[in-house]
């Protein structure tokens, strides 16, 4: 059973920051150096210094900060507790415009094993452990968990939306890319107790957070070690959260493509032999006009069959590569289940990375190996001109094919996944009092 909760949030004081696009920022996961000076450079209180400090004792200083920005009230607390209603608005690449709806709301922290709350993407220790020092220095959920949930009829996003029609949104902001943001505070009673039986059937799948989550259970575990009794009511028992329905029209989702580094050269011969013996080759010239077919061609044939594009060092075509039998899956994951051992991420981990190019699971998640892009001419680039071996492009997963593979308790390669736009963090924060109940 699902338990969301209203609460008291911690937000941007407005008459101390009068302009919130200021102070917002995204989470902390894709911010890269350059990104975060800039962000750095545009106030002094922008919550990047929070989610992703640079000083050399960053936890310290997130203490340091938070404590301070508190006391001088650039952050203040909400006198009742709320449900946050977000409206987010945002334009794609090919000029269309789409609108996701969501709430923001505490819900209670369950172990995976319940079932209740699932993850589908596997997490790494260090970025663990790093947000579980964040939350401990501050003793708060800066940023919500992304979570997703079913309702086809969409009832509650209708009902939430209805509610406050006609009322001024509690926090309207622009994006430096464009997109736009309303909230409002829902804290009517009776909207709050509808919210909760609505919720309280669903299951709960991890969009993007799955650290900060596994973080979170940690400082649960961790402080109620150090209590003689709990109640399991107290504050550090629950977590912030996004709730978007997956039915959701504005629920958009990007692919994320590889780009691997250091592994031992295959001879040309060699790799292509590998490749013919399990994927029907389609090739393309490594020119624009070549690029540019082979990316459409890859965008449309996977709506239709499983595709994964490649490049490699020094082989001048582009490649879309179509598994010519599923038993070939079937012998490799034999352990896993169909909805999972079909997804073309699952076929590249397996088969192409491990099986062909000889880099095994604990070497795919070694830092420096892989990285992970959404721009795949910024992928492709990187292995002609910069240091990549090679490149692999892919079309996103379906959310029912996510839903699928969460359900029955899998888990998907990492970096599966990337829920666009990404949840703004600075708009609302959950202060934890450990010892206060809810």
């Not at 203490?63 to 334009?91: C, M, N, S, T």
């Not at 073309?344 to 070694?366: A, R, Y």
């Not at 910069?386 to 888990?411: D, H, M, S, T, V």
Request: aromatic content about 8%.
């Amino acid at each position: 059973m699902v338990q969301i909760v209203p609460f008291r949030g911690l937000r941007y004081n407005p008459k101390k920051i009068r302009d919130i696009s200021k102070v917002i920022a995204p989470p902390y996961d894709v911010i890269a150096a350059e990104e975060r000076e800039r962000l750095y450079r545009k106030s002094p209180y922008n919550i990047v210094r929070l989610i992703l400090n640079q000083e050399t004792d960053p936890y310290e200083s997130v203490a340091r900060l938070f404590e301070g920005w508190q006391a001088e009230e650039i952050l203040v607390r909400d006198e009742a507790p709320a449900l946050y209603f977000l409206k987010h608005r945002f334009r794609l690449t090919d000029g269309s415009e789409k609108e996701r709806q969501g709430f923001i709301a505490l819900t209670r922290l369950e172990d995976f094993s319940t079932g209740t709350i699932r993850p589908h993407e596997r997490t790494l220790d260090a970025p663990k452990q790093d947000r579980l020092r964040i939350m401990l220095a501050c003793h708060a959920n800066l940023s919500p968990i992304f979570a997703l949930y079913s309702q086809p009829n969409q009832s509650l996003n209708r009902t939430l939306a209805e509610s406050v029609q006609g009322i001024s949104p509690t926090i309207q902001v622009t994006q430096d890319g464009g997109g736009f943001c309303q909230l409002w505070r829902i804290s009517d009673p009776e909207m709050i107790r509808f919210a909760q039986r609505e919720m309280e059937n669903q299951c709960l799948l991890i969009a993007d957070g799955h650290h900060r989550y596994e973080a979170a259970l940690s400082y649960r575990n961790e402080l109620r070690a150090k209590k003689e009794k709990t109640s399991g009511g107290e504050s550090l028992n629950h977590v912030m959260m996004y709730f978007a329905n997956v039915k959701d029209d504005g629920l958009v989702i990007l692919p994320t493509h590889r780009l691997v580094h250091s592994f031992t050269p295959i001879p040309f011969q060699k790799l292509e032999e590998s490749l013919q013996r399990y994927f029907y080759i389609e090739p393309y010239p490594k020119t624009a006009e070549g690029q540019r077919w082979f990316l459409k061609a890859l965008q449309s044939g996977g709506k239709k069959r499983r595709l994964i594009g490649a490049s490699f060092k020094r082989d001048p075509r582009y490649l879309i590569l179509r598994l010519k039998n599923k038993r070939i899956m079937e012998r490799l994951a034999k352990d896993l289940s169909g909805p999972l051992r079909e997804l073309d991420v699952t076929t590249l981990h397996l088969l192409l990375l491990d099986h062909i190019l000889g880099i095994g699971p604990e070497d795919q998640v070694k830092e420096g190996r892989i990285s992970y892009s959404q721009d795949e001419e910024k992928v492709l680039r990187a292995v002609d001109k910069e240091n990549g071996q090679a490149a692999f492009i892919l079309n996103p997963p379906q959310p029912e094919e996510i839903l699928a593979c969460a359900l029955r308790g899998e888990k998907m390669p990492q970096k599966s996944t990337y829920f666009f736009p990404k949840l703004i963090s600075g708009l609302v924060i959950n202060k934890i009092d450990p010892d206060t109940g809810i």
